[in-house]
């Protein structure tokens, strides 16, 4: 299994940069597969990977991920084409819809359709990458522009069609088209022993098109922590836990909030987002059951984050994308070094 880490997220760049940094080129040194940029409301996924890009030399560099809806398809392909360029082929292109309040709150798109636009952009990204004419009649994407003086152009750059696509995606419908279009799955809300509940779908998606789940890279993301008072930590998780499935969306629309009810925690999910959405954020806290963070995580003795591995090995992960637990950037180091030699182990 391979060992993946993250930079950014919704509080990036307060003050932190040089110490993302450091994480970074520190991972590689230990042997960490690849190396993902978060974008969501804070640093943007493509500036913070093109320097992660210049102080490393061989760990993997991916988007995780660029909001479709924040850049047009074709700037989306020159910007992953730049960084192939520059990282002399360690660059993956993550790809995520987001949810309707960045989408429509932040950026002023339409989320309606998101895995229509979704499918559009990694058509024209794959013409571009091609070396093609952008030449694309969709719905939410026409090149060139009708009725305009535009014509269809080609990207100046060399065509590079390995880059590698993975999608982040969470309902069935996005699941599926990430089973028939991408090389990768960026995964949240993943809860092993209901893999199902997340590959089944992928998995569907890929049979319409003669493809396995062996032809696809499965990622998921979790939190590791070597403690012998796990109790203590799990409570500490909760209120981010109540955030994501109380706030990551609309009352209406929660993609995490659904995967999560999917995987067989309906009744509790249903009343987290209802108590966070009432205002009710300490009782949403409260309701979040610690057994569904120790079911999503690897949090114990070094005996139990080995038995857990072998759990997301056994569910079909391929990739783990690990938060590793630590009060300080050398603590986290400390547990990302032990989970790095427990899954070459």
């Known amino acids: 299994m391979k060992i993946t880490v993250s930079i950014g997220g919704p509080a990036s760049g307060r003050g932190d940069w040089d110490e993302q940094v450091d994480y970074a080129v520190e991972a590689e040194r230990m042997g960490v597969d690849s190396v993902w ?30 909001q479709v809806s924040a850049r047009a398809p074709a700037m989306t392909a020159m910007t992953a084409l730049t960084l192939a360029a520059i990282s002399k082929d360690r660059f993956r292109l993550g790809l995520g819809a987001s949810g309707p309040q960045v989408v429509e709150g932040l950026h002023g798109q339409a989320f309606a359709d998101p895995v229509g636009r979704m499918r559009e952009t990694i058509e024209i990204v794959r ?6 004419k952008l030449a694309h009649p969709g719905r939410h994407h026409q090149l060139p522009r009708p009725g305009g003086e535009g014509k269809a152009l080609r990207l100046s750059q060399p065509a590079n069609p390995k880059i590698p696509i993975y999608l ?18 960026l995964g949240t809300s993943f809860i092993p ?15 319409q098109v ?25 409570a500490a998780m ?37 108590l966070w959405v009432a205002g009710k954020r300490a009782e949403a806290v409260e309701r979040v059951p610690d057994e569904m963070i120790h079911a999503g995580n690897l949090i114990g003795d070094e005996a139990t984050v080995r038995a857990r591995l072998e759990v997301y090995r056994t569910a079909g992960v391929n990739s783990l994308l690990v938060a590793p637990a630590g009060r300080s950037l050398p603590e986290r180091l400390e547990t990302l070094g032990r989970v790095v030699s427990l899954a070459r182990s």
Do not use: C
């Open 210 to 234: 003669g493809r396995t789940l062996d032809d696809i890279d499965i990622g998921a993301s979790a939190t590791v922590a070597f403690t012998d008072d796990p109790e203590t930590l799990v």
């Open 168 to 185: 982040a995606t969470l309902s069935p419908k996005a699941l599926r088209l990430t089973g028939e279009l991408a090389d990768g799955w």
């Open 238 to 274: 909760k209120p981010q836990v109540a955030f994501v499935l109380g706030a990551m969306g609309s009352p209406t629309t929660n993609f995490y909030n659904a995967a999560f009810r999917r995987a067989g925690y309906e009744d509790a999910a249903i009343e987290v987002q209802r």
């Open 193 to 207: 022993t209901q893999a199902d509940a997340h590959l089944a779908h992928i998995a569907e998606g890929a049979a």
């Open 37 to 66: 940029s978060a974008e969501a409301w804070g640093m943007d996924a493509a500036t913070t990977l093109a320097f992660i890009a210049a102080r490393t030399r061989t760990v993997g560099l991916g988007t995780g991920i660029m």
């Open 127 to 132: 013409l571009a990458f091609a070396g093609e």
